[in-house]
Structure formats: structure tokens, C-alpha cells
């Protein structure tokens, strides 16, 4: 069973921060290859940053210099640090593990102002 819970969402002024935690279990998050997604009301979904077992990052350009992609492999936990929060940064966000092509339930972001 892989599993994957998302947390850490909610309301922020722009330019605030927050930092979404995505617990997983049934695999070791260290092995696989991780992701992180966002979508936004009316739009589909984007890929914004990823993660590989070896400790290589990508980031869509529009979150590039402000999120950052880690883990913590002694708690199998996926993270996404966000900074300087933009309204358009307001989605709904998903981890995943790419090579099982297993979801989280998502969680809410909303940036004001």
C-alpha cells in the first residue's frame, strides 16, 4: 500500500511563507523519484519541482528561486518549502511518487492581496 498524506496548507499574506509535508508510507520516499504538482482553480494541473533519489532538483520557472524541494529520509517525508508566496500561487497541491504514479489527497494554498 503507497500511500501519500499531504499537510501544511492554508492561508498566507503575499509574500509570506509555508512549508507542505507530504508523509509516505509502503515505500522509501529516498528511492523514488518525487514531485510536486499544483493546480488552480479552472486550470489543469502543472508540475512544478521534482526530486530524484540522488538529490537532483528541477523547478518549473514560475516557482523557480522561491520553492524548494527536499526530504527527510530518517521520517520518509517529502517537503516543499514556499517563499515569497505570489497570489497567483493560490492551487491546490499535490505530492507524488512519479514512479508508482501515486497521489497525495492535496492540499490548499490560498495567497491574499
Known amino acids: 500500500q503507497v500511500q501519500l498524506v499531504e499537510s501544511g496548507g492554508g492561508l498566507v499574506q503575499s509574500g509570506g511563507s509555508l512549508r507542505l509535508t507530504c508523509a509516505g508510507s509502503?515505500?522509501?520516499?529516498?528511492?523514488?523519484?518525487m514531485t510536486w504538482h499544483r493546480q488552480a482553480p479552472g486550470k489543469a494541473r502543472e508540475w512544478i519541482a521534482t526530486l530524484f533519489p540522488g538529490g537532483a532538483t528541477f523547478y518549473d520557472d514560475s516557482v523557480k528561486g522561491r520553492f524548494t524541494i527536499s526530504r527527510d529520509d530518517a521520517k520518509n517525508t517529502l517537503y516543499l518549502q514556499m517563499n515569497n508566496l505570489k497570489p497567483e500561487d493560490t492551487a491546490v497541491y499535490y505530492c507524488q511518487n512519479h514512479d508508482s504514479n501515486t497521489w497525495g489527497q492535496g492540499t490548499q494554498v490560498t495567497v491574499s492581496s
Open positions: 509502503g515505500f522509501p520516499v529516498g528511492d523514488e523519484i
